[in-house]
């Protein structure tokens, strides 16, 4: 069984910083890819950044400049610092990352979500 668990939301003023964080556990082998997504009320979830298991990274331009997104491999964790937010940061923050997971003699591959962290920025 593989988790994916973010934390680190909450409420911030216009022009503050949060730090959100993914911890992956389970039956990990490895991690490729992780993502950072938000979704705001009556609107699409989409994705923020992302970043490869080599660490190669892609923002989403209404982030770019104030958002940084990086992984721990040793701790299975990935992190977005987010400077410089905006009311329309506001969002429910979610985690992905497509894991490799091996159990007894059985490996696969598959995406996982975490739960979601609440962000919201005040004017």
């Known amino acids: 069984q593989v988790q994916l668990v973010e934390s680190g939301g909450g409420l911030v003023q216009a022009g503050g910083s949060l730090r959100l964080s993914c911890a992956a556990s389970g039956n990990i082998f490895s991690i490729n890819a992780m993502g950072w997504y938000r979704q705001a009320p009556g609107k699409q979830r989409e994705l923020v950044a992302a970043i490869t298991s080599g660490s190669s990274t892609n923002y989403a331009d209404s982030v770019k400049g104030r958002f940084t997104i990086s992984r721990d491999n040793a701790k299975n964790t990935g992190y977005l610092q987010m400077n410089s937010l905006k009311p329309e940061d506001t969002a429910v923050y979610f985690c992905?990352?497509?894991?490799?997971?091996?159990?007894?003699?059985?490996?696969?591959?598959?995406?996982?979500w975490g739960q979601g962290t609440q962000v919201t920025v005040s004017s």
């Open positions: 992905n990352a497509h894991i490799v997971w091996r159990r007894n003699n059985l490996q696969g591959s598959s995406a996982y």
